[in-house]
C-alpha cells in the first residue's frame, strides 16, 4: 500500500487508498470469509439438510398438532430428565421432522454434564432411531465458530472477519464510482477484466444483501463483541436479568420449592397460544422447574410470518395452566435488534424468499471468490519473473484453490461420510465432521503440490463428480432414491439431489471453463503483434489504465 | 551503522501504514466502544440504551477505520479519532 507514503496528487487520494484499503482487507480475512460465505447459505437450507442427513425419519407429509406433540413430549422429558431445572423443545414445522429438545441436568447429579439434548419423534414421542449426526447445523455452527477450537475463538474471528467485510464494502463502494454503468459492462474471456467485472457484477448485483448480512451478522454476537455499555450499565444481576428478558423468550428457573406437583397439561397452554397467534405459529416450549410447585411455563412465538426475532410469548403458572402473562412488546432498540437478527437469519421466510436468499448469498460466495482471485490475476501481470513468482503470491495461489475448490469437496465429502460411515460407528457425528476436515486438509496438500492450473482443475472436477454421484449414493443407501421422492412428493429429499446436480454442473463448467483458458496465449499473440516487450509493456499499462478506478494501486 | 540505517529506513517507509492499522483496529475499536457507553447518557431505558450502543458501534467502527485510511497522513488519522473521542469520553464519564 503506497497510501501510507505521504506525498501523492491531490484529488486522486481518496479512491486510490479505498482501492488499497479494499483489496487488503478483502484479501487478510478472505478465505475466512469465503467459508462463512458458503457454509452460511447452504445453512439457509439447514432444517432440510438435516432431515435428508436423518433418511430413517420417513417424510412428513403433514405438520403433525403441534399441542399433542408438545404434550408427548413433555410427559417423554419428565422420564428423560426428571427434576430438571429447565428444558425447552422446539416443535416441529413444515421444514422439521423431529423436535429437538435441550434441558439442564439436575443439580443432584454431580459430576455429569450441565446440559443434556436430543432429537425426538413428534409422533411416538420417543427418541429418534436415527443415525447420529450433526445434519445442516454443522455447517450452521462452523460458519460463525468454526470447530476444534474454543466457541468463543470461532465467534471472536467471526466477528473480525465480519468487520473485514464490512469495511471492505463500504471501501469498495467509494473506489467504485461508475457503479451502474459497471454493472452493465460485462468483457467476456479478457483475462483480469473479465475477472473485475464479474466481481463488479456480483457486489453491485447483491450490495444491498451484502451489506445487511454483514451487519446483521455482527448484530447477532454484538454483546460479546461490544461488551462495554452493558458492563457500565448494570451494575446488579437484577438489572442484567431486565436485559435478558427484552431479548430471548427463555425464561429462567427460579427457586424450586421443593413440593412436588405434576405440571399442568401443556396442550392446552398451545392451544392457548393457537388462539392467540394462529395455528403453526407456536415455535417453542420452555419450561421451569417442571413437577414442582413453583413450575412456569413459556409458549413462544415461532419465527414464521413476522420479521422480528425479538421474543413474543405467554406465560403460564405449571402447575394450574393459569395465563400468568402476555409478552409481546420490547422497546425500539430491542425490535431494531430483533428485526437485524432476523433479517440475518432468514427464518421468516417462505420458500420463495428462502431460495432468493440462497441465491444472492451465492452470488455473495461469488463475490468473495472472485476477489480472491483477482488478486493474483492482477499481481500476475506486475510480477517481474511470472515464471519464479515470490512466496507470498504463491501462498495465495494455493489458498485460493483449497478455499474455494476445495472447500466444494470437502463439504460434499461431509454428505459422503453421512451415507457411508457405518450407523453405529462410535462417535459417529464427529466424525462425520472429521471426514470434512480431512478431506479440506487434504486438497490443501493436494493444492500445494500440483500445478496451480492442474489443482484448479482437478479439484473442480472432484466436487463436480462427488456431488453428481450423490444422488446414486443416496439411491443405493438408502430406501429413498429420486424416483421415489417424485413419485411420494417428497420435495426434501427430491430437492437435495436435484440441487446436487445443479452444482455439480456448476462445477464442470467452472472446470472446463478453467481448462480452456490460456493466459500465455494472450501475450504470445500480443508479442506477435507488436514484436517487443516494452510494447507489450505499453500496451499492458493501457489495459490497466483502462481497466478501472484502481490504476495506481500497489 | 548500516542496522541503524536499516532501520530508521524501515520506520520511514512503514512506520506510518503501521501507525494506521494500529489506528484503525485498535483505536477504532476503542472509539466505537467508548460510543457504546457514551450512549447511556442519553435521556432513554437503560436496556435500550445499551442496546443502541450495542447496534451502532459497529457502523462507528467502519466510519473510524475508513477514516483513518481516507485521510491525508498517519497524524491527521489519530487527530480526527481523538477529536471525536474526547466528547464521547465526556459523556462516557458521566455514566461509567
Known amino acids: 500500500m503506497k497510501t501510507a507514503k505521504a506525498p501523492r496528487p491531490a484529488g486522486q487520494g481518496i479512491r486510490q487508498s479505498m482501492s488499497g484499503l479494499h483489496s487488503w482487507t478483502g484479501l487478510l480475512l478472505g478465505w475466512i470469509l469465503y467459508a462463512m460465505f ?84 413428534p409422533a411416538t414421542g420417543r427418541t429418534v432411531s436415527a443415525r447420529d449426526t450433526m445434519g445442516g447445523d454443522f455447517f450452521y455452527r462452523f460458519h460463525f465458530q468454526f470447530h476444534y477450537m474454543p466457541v468463543l475463538w470461532g465467534r471472536w474471528i467471526a466477528g473480525a472477519a465480519a468487520m473485514f467485510m464490512l469495511v471492505a464494502i463500504v471501501s469498495g463502494v467509494i473506489t467504485h464510482k461508475k457503479i451502474f454503468v459497471d454493472f452493465f459492462t460485462f468483457r467476456w474471456g479478457k483475462g483480469q477484466r473479465s475477472w473485475l467485472d464479474a466481481h463488479n457484477a456480483l457486489s453491485v448485483f447483491g450490495l444491498p444483501f451484502h451489506f445487511m448480512i454483514t451487519y446483521t451478522g455482527l448484530v447477532t454476537l454484538m454483546a460479546l463483541y461490544m461488551p462495554w455499555g452493558e458492563q457500565a450499565a448494570f451494575k446488579s444481576q437484577a438489572e442484567r436479568r431486565q436485559l435478558t428478558a427484552e431479548l430471548s423468550a427463555f425464561i429462567q428457573p427460579g427457586q424450586p420449592s421443593g413440593r412436588s406437583v405434576p405440571l399442568a397439561p401443556v396442550a392446552d397452554m398451545v392451544r392457548q397460544a393457537e388462539e392467540r397467534w394462529g395455528r403453526d405459529a407456536v415455535g417453542r416450549v420452555t419450561a421451569t422447574n417442571p413437577g414442582d410447585a413453583a413450575a412456569r411455563v413459556a409458549v413462544a412465538r415461532g419465527d414464521a410470518g413476522r420479521v422480528s426475532m425479538s421474543p413474543q410469548y405467554l406465560e403460564f403458572e405449571g402447575t394450574t395452566g393459569r395465563l400468568v402473562a402476555v409478552h409481546e412488546g420490547v422497546g425500539p432498540a430491542a425490535e431494531t435488534r430483533g428485526v437485524l437478527y432476523a433479517l440475518h437469519l432468514g427464518r421468516f421466510s417462505d420458500s420463495v424468499t428462502r431460495w432468493l436468499y440462497f441465491l444472492v448469498s451465492l452470488a455473495g460466495t461469488a463475490m468473495v471468490g472472485t476477489g480472491l482471485v483477482m488478486w493474483i490475476v492482477k499481481r500476475r501481470q506486475k510480477l517481474p519473473d511470472p515464471d519464479r513468482p515470490h512466496l507470498g503470491f504463491r501462498l495465495v495461489e494455493r489458498l485460493n484453490i483449497a478455499s474455494i475448490a476445495g ?82 412428493g417428497d420435495w426434501v429429499f427430491a430437492g437435495m439431489d436435484l440441487m446436487c446436480w445443479a452444482l455439480a454442473a456448476l462445477h464442470a463448467a467452472l472446470a472446463i471453463r478453467t481448462a480452456r483458458h490460456r493466459p500465455k496465449v494472450r501475450s504470445g499473440v500480443q508479442k506477435t503483434r507488436s514484436g517487443g516487450a516494452s510494447d507489450r509493456e505499453a500496451t499492458d499499462r493501457e489495459r490497466m489504465a483502462g481497466a478501472l478506478p484502481r490504476k495506481g494501486e500497489a | 551503522m548500516t542496522a541503524m540505517a536499516g532501520w530508521i529506513r524501515w520506520i520511514r517507509d512503514f512506520g506510518p501504514l503501521v501507525s494506521r492499522i494500529a489506528a484503525a483496529l485498535f483505536g477504532g475499536y476503542a472509539l466505537a466502544a467508548l460510543a457504546s457507553v457514551a450512549v447511556l447518557a442519553l435521556p432513554m431505558a437503560k436496556p435500550q440504551a445499551v442496546l443502541t450502543g450495542m447496534l451502532a458501534s459497529f457502523a462507528i467502527y467502519a466510519g473510524a477505520v475508513i477514516w483513518v485510511f481516507a485521510v491525508r497522513s498517519a497524524l491527521r488519522a489519530w487527530a480526527g479519532l481523538l477529536i471525536v473521542a474526547a466528547p464521547l469520553l465526556a459523556a462516557a464519564w458521566s455514566v461509567w
Not at chain 1, 440 to 445: G, K, Q
Open chain 1, 38 to 121: 458458503l457454509t452460511g447459505t447452504v445453512a439457509y437450507f439447514k432444517d432440510e439438510l438435516s432431515q435428508w442427513m436423518r433418511p430413517e425419519l420417513a417424510h412428513q407429509t403433514e405438520v403433525p398438532d403441534p399441542a399433542s406433540v408438545a404434550q408427548r413430549i413433555a410427559d417423554e422429558l419428565a422420564g428423560v430428565a426428571p427434576g430438571s431445572p429447565q428444558w425447552s423443545m422446539r416443535l416441529p414445522d413444515a421444514r422439521n421432522n423431529s423436535v429437538y429438545a435441550f434441558w439442564r441436568t439436575a443439580p443432584r447429579t454431580p459430576g455429569q454434564r450441565g446440559f443434556g439434548e436430543g432429537y425426538f419423534d
Open chain 1, 407 to 488: 472447500l466444494s469437496v470437502a463439504m460434499t465429502a461431509f454428505l459422503w461420510g453421512n451415507r457411508l460411515l457405518p450407523p453405529g460407528m462410535a462417535e459417529r457425528a464427529a466424525w462425520e465432521i472429521h471426514v470434512f476436515f480431512i478431506v479440506w486438509a487434504l486438497a490443501l496438500v493436494h493444492a500445494v503440490l500440483r500445478p496451480v492450473r492442474k489443482a484448479w482443475i482437478e479439484q473442480l472436477w472432484a466436487a463436480a463428480a462427488l456431488l453428481a454421484l450423490l444422488p446414486l449414493l443416496n439411491a443405493l443407501t438408502t430406501e429413498r432414491p429420486l424416483w421415489h421422492s417424485l413419485a411420494d
